[in-house]
């Protein structure tokens, strides 16, 4: 197993363009999560699932930021009419169960021009 | 809501210790982790230790944990110019679901 997996690592997009990304957690890791990131800060959470069940949301995924996980596998984030500040690294983790670490993935970083 | 606090920036001479602290609000944290992110690279985990514990050595780090004053220390014993990075401090609450990060110490190591 070589560990999350995020695509694309780089996403350059026009502002009210849609963008998904896609994480792939380590195989047999149940807890998936997503977490944004900008310039000199830390990693905030954005939302995450138990198998397939999104079990939390936080405030910052307004109405246009959508995620699935369809098959308790593999998880897509969608943004709708993307803004300017959406502008961050999109950083994907999973863990084995809720009591165990966080493996992160290298992220996606998107650019809204 | 929780929060976790951290200085912003550590320099250290190569050899030394470097010490880097870190405040959180939750008082029903459960775990209480430190990442390590080089640029351009994810972040790394580098040990964590359980609410229950003080202390916990891991080789050249060492994790201090005051859950009275809720102030977690990482130490880094004989610095080395491959430590130089961002630290992250994260704490997990008993929900077992979002970490809550800290801003990120800049540790920078000279020769």
Same mark, same amino acid.
């Given at each position: 197993d070589t560990g999350v997996s995020q695509d694309p690592r780089h996403k350059i997009t026009k502002r009210g363009q849609n963008v998904t990304f896609r994480c792939d957690p380590i195989s047999e890791h149940n807890r998936l999560y997503w977490y944004r990131q900008t310039l000199g800060q830390g990693p905030e959470f954005l939302?995450?699932? /138990?198998?397939?069940? /999104?079990?939390?949301k936080s405030r910052l995924l307004s109405d246009r930021f959508s995620a699935e996980r369809p098959k308790g596998s593999f998880s897509t984030l969608e943004i709708q009419r993307t803004e300017q500040g959406d502008s961050a690294m999109y950083l994907c983790a999973s863990s084995l169960d809720p009591y165990n670490e966080q493996f992160f993935g290298p992220g996606t970083r998107l650019t809204v021009l | 809501g929780e929060d976790v606090e951290q200085s912003l920036f550590l320099s250290v001479r190569e050899g030394d210790s470097s010490v880097i602290n870190c405040t959180y609000t939750d008082s029903s944290s459960t775990y209480l982790y430190w990442y390590k992110q080089e640029p351009g690279a994810g972040l790394q985990l580098l040990t964590y230790i359980f609410s229950n514990m003080d202390m916990k050595q891991d080789q050249r780090l060492t994790v201090l944990l005051n859950k009275k004053d809720k102030h977690l220390s990482l130490r880094i014993a004989d610095t080395q110019t491959g430590d130089s990075a961002i630290y992250f401090c994260a704490e997990q609450g008993t929900n077992a679901g979002k970490s809550t990060f800290g801003d990120g110490t800049t540790l920078t190591v000279k020769p």
């Amino acid at each position: 197993d070589t560990g999350v997996s995020q695509d694309p690592r780089h996403k350059i997009t026009k502002r009210g363009q849609n963008v998904t990304f896609r994480c792939d957690p380590i195989s047999e890791h149940n807890r998936l999560y997503w977490y944004r990131q900008t310039l000199g800060q830390g990693p905030e959470f954005l939302t995450y699932f /138990q198998n397939e069940a /999104q079990l939390e949301k936080s405030r910052l995924l307004s109405d246009r930021f959508s995620a699935e996980r369809p098959k308790g596998s593999f998880s897509t984030l969608e943004i709708q009419r993307t803004e300017q500040g959406d502008s961050a690294m999109y950083l994907c983790a999973s863990s084995l169960d809720p009591y165990n670490e966080q493996f992160f993935g290298p992220g996606t970083r998107l650019t809204v021009l | 809501g929780e929060d976790v606090e951290q200085s912003l920036f550590l320099s250290v001479r190569e050899g030394d210790s470097s010490v880097i602290n870190c405040t959180y609000t939750d008082s029903s944290s459960t775990y209480l982790y430190w990442y390590k992110q080089e640029p351009g690279a994810g972040l790394q985990l580098l040990t964590y230790i359980f609410s229950n514990m003080d202390m916990k050595q891991d080789q050249r780090l060492t994790v201090l944990l005051n859950k009275k004053d809720k102030h977690l220390s990482l130490r880094i014993a004989d610095t080395q110019t491959g430590d130089s990075a961002i630290y992250f401090c994260a704490e997990q609450g008993t929900n077992a679901g979002k970490s809550t990060f800290g801003d990120g110490t800049t540790l920078t190591v000279k020769p």
